[in-house]
Every structure is written in structure tokens, then in C-alpha cells.
């Protein structure tokens, strides 16, 4: 059974930066494409960025974050700089098997969800 645990979330200031990481189990990695989304209090969950075979990113985050992986790690990266205050949610990562998707209803495999906190 896949497995994915997130990691690297936390409190920084706006302008600051954070790297999440996402470590996938029990799977063939390279078979998987990994997004990661999240979800602020009272919003609908959103897609944020997605790494299959090229990498995926929601206009709000352009220019900003940056999805890696590394197949030898089975993980995934999601550095992120330049900060706001409305990055502010629980960010989780999720796997499908194939190529992108940024529809979250796609996938199939979630993580528990990393919260990230942007003050002001």
C-alpha cells in the first residue's frame, strides 16, 4: 500500500521561505506523478504544483514555489519563497499513477497534511 508523509511545515514570516518534502512507500515512485495542494480554514482544497514527467503550477504560486523530486529519495520538494500571508493552509501531497492531474478528486494516495503558518 502507498504511503506518503509530509514534512518541513511551520511558522515564517511573510518574504520568508520554507521547503516541504514528501516521502512516498510502498510503490514504484517513478510510476507516480505527486502534487501537492492545500487547504485554508473555510476554503476549498486547491492545487498548488504537480511533478510527473514536467512540473505543474498553479498561477498563484508561479514564480514563487518550486517542485522537484528525486528518484533516488523517493521524494518530493515543494520549496517555497517569497511568502504571503495567504499561503497560510495545510499544505498535503497526494500521488496518481501516470502523468498530471490537477484535480484532486485523481489521485489516489494522500499524506496526513503539514500545516504552514504565514504571519504578517
Known amino acids: 500500500q502507498v504511503q506518503l508523509v509530509e514534512s518541513g511545515g511551520g511558522v515564517v514570516q511573510a518574504g520568508g521561505s520554507l521547503r516541504l518534502s514528501c516521502v512516498l512507500s510502498?510503490?514504484?515512485?517513478?510510476?507516480?506523478?505527486v502534487g501537492w495542494f492545500r487547504q485554508a480554514p473555510g476554503k476549498e482544497r486547491e492545487f498548488v504544483a504537480n511533478?510527473?514527467?514536467?512540473?505543474y503550477y498553479a498561477d498563484s504560486v508561479k514564480g514563487r514555489f518550486t517542485i522537484s523530486r528525486d528518484n533516488a529519495k523517493n521524494t518530493v520538494y515543494l520549496q517555497m519563497n517569497s511568502l504571503k500571508p495567504e499561503d497560510t493552509a495545510v499544505y498535503s501531497c497526494?500521488?496518481?499513477?501516470?502523468?498530471?492531474?490537477?484535480?484532486?478528486?485523481?489521485?489516489?494516495?494522500w499524506g496526513q497534511g503539514t500545516q504552514v503558518t504565514v504571519s504578517s
Open positions: 497526494a500521488a496518481r499513477r501516470g502523468s498530471y492531474s490537477g484535480s484532486s478528486q485523481n489521485y489516489d494516495y
Open positions: 510502498g510503490g514504484t515512485f517513478s510510476n507516480y506523478a
Open positions: 511533478v510527473a514527467w514536467r512540473t
